[in-house]
């Protein structure tokens, strides 16, 4: 199976915050890289965060830097996106795939998940 499914999305104002989270418990083929992407209307998919699972390192895109965190819980087998200090250009459909390189490159992609800044 290769079933993502993504939460958490909303609309909020500039500054706020919220967390996204991807179940991945009916992802059951084998990955090396699970990360957050995302697409704005009229825009390409770029990529947001990533986990890689071999070495537990991180990649972050740098206009996230400092406010977003990709984590994970294993238990739970969910992946997570806190977002900190949005900014309107953050608007974007938010998709959790399984990846591979650095920098990430999308492989298996969930629905998505929607969020809305306003300013």
């Known amino acids: 199976q290769r079933q993502l499914v993504e939460s958490g999305g909303g609309s909020v104002q500039a500054g706020g915050s919220l967390r996204l989270s991807c179940d991945r418990s009916?992802?059951?083929?084998?990955?090396?890289?699970m990360g957050w992407f995302r697409q704005a209307p009229g825009k390409e998919r770029e990529g947001v965060a990533a986990?890689?699972?071999?070495?537990?390192?991180?990649y972050y895109a740098d206009f996230v830097k400092g406010r977003f965190a990709i984590s994970q819980d294993n238990f739970k087998n969910t992946l997570y996106l806190q977002m900190n200090n949005l900014k309107p250009e953050d608007s974007a459909t938010y998709y959790c795939?399984?990846?591979?390189?650095?920098?990430?490159?999308?492989?298996?992609w969930g629905q998505g998940t929607l969020v809305t800044v306003s300013s």
């Open positions: 986990l890689y699972i071999g070495d537990r390192s991180t």
């Open positions: 795939a399984t990846c591979v390189g650095r920098p990430p490159i999308g492989d298996a």
């Open positions: 009916g992802y059951t083929d084998s990955y090396s890289c």
